[in-house]
């Protein structure tokens, strides 16, 4: 059965060139305009995944994030302008699971999809089992399930988008090494880095941080190298 993508955004030649790429790799597409009957349908038809855009008519991306999660855990991507953070803040807050700024890679936006379409199929599988050392990397308090992209410390959960995941698995996988920050926007983006900088490597370890800080107010694993990148050190 292919997976259902909802893609909402006012601006028609986004929803035209991402509508024929999913297609062409497999995926069913419904397009919608506006925010109202992007939420509208998303309700009645619960697909496998919602890439939304913030600034939109009738019913911005915010808005419709917060009455969708009364109701609905679909994993929802933000597209999002590069001077709106307030924005991302906000909507990483109430519940979506990962943003990309505008203008963007497809093939970026392709792997997240991906990604958190297959996240939620593992999730919905109801077995117990242990997980395998291949799909898991331990290192002191962290524990990264590499295929679930799920995070705990000190055995208690973070919740990290995709992008904020990758990032911290390139540093605990090379535990002490620094890694610049070009290396690190390779690690989570891949080769299609032109709209990525430092800045935005920057804004995504300051949420990363928080994150954990909310696990563990004494969280100081995460070492800035001024002028060389980040770290993970114990």
């Known amino acids: 059965m292919k997976n259902n993508v909802f893609l909402i955004d006012d601006d028609k030649n986004i929803l035209a060139s991402i509508s024929m790429l ?3 790799e497999g995926y069913k597409v419904s397009t919608f305009s506006d925010g109202e009957s992007g939420l509208k349908a998303i309700l009645e038809n619960s697909p496998d995944i919602a890439v939304v855009d913030i600034k939109m008519p009738r019913l911005d991306g ?3 994030l917060k009455k969708l999660r009364r109701t609905s855990n679909i ?3 933000f597209l999002t302008s590069k001077d709106t953070e307030i924005d991302e803040l906000l909507g990483l807050k109430i519940g979506a699971d990962d943003y990309i700024t505008k203008p963007f890679s497809q093939n970026v936006l392709m792997e997240r999809i991906r990604i958190l379409i297959k996240r939620t199929e593992l999730k ?6 242990n997980i395998d050392d291949k ?3 331990k290192e002191g308090n962290i524990f990264l399930d590499t295929e679930k992209y799920m995070c ?3 055995n208690k959960t973070v919740n990290l988008t995709v992008t904020e995941f990758l990032l911290i698995k390139s540093l605990v996988k090379n535990a002490g090494a620094v890694k610049s920050r070009d290396q690190l926007i390779v690690s ?5 880095k032109e709209n990525i900088d430092d800045r935005s490597i920057d804004h995504h370890f300051k949420r990363i941080r928080k994150k954990f800080k909310s696990a563990d107010n004494d969280f100081k694993s995460i070492v800035t190298i001024y002028g060389g990148g980040y770290k993970f050190s114990e």
Not at 188 to 192: L, Q, R, V, Y
Request: charged share 35%; aromatic share 8%.
């Open 135 to 137: 799909n898991s990397i």
């Open 188 to 192: 989570a983006f891949g080769e299609d």
């Open 22 to 24: 999913l297609e062409n």
């Open 62 to 64: 915010i808005e419709l």
């Open 152 to 154: 705990k410390w000190k």
């Open 75 to 77: 994993p929802v991507i």
């Open 124 to 129: 919905n599988i109801k077995k117990k089992s």
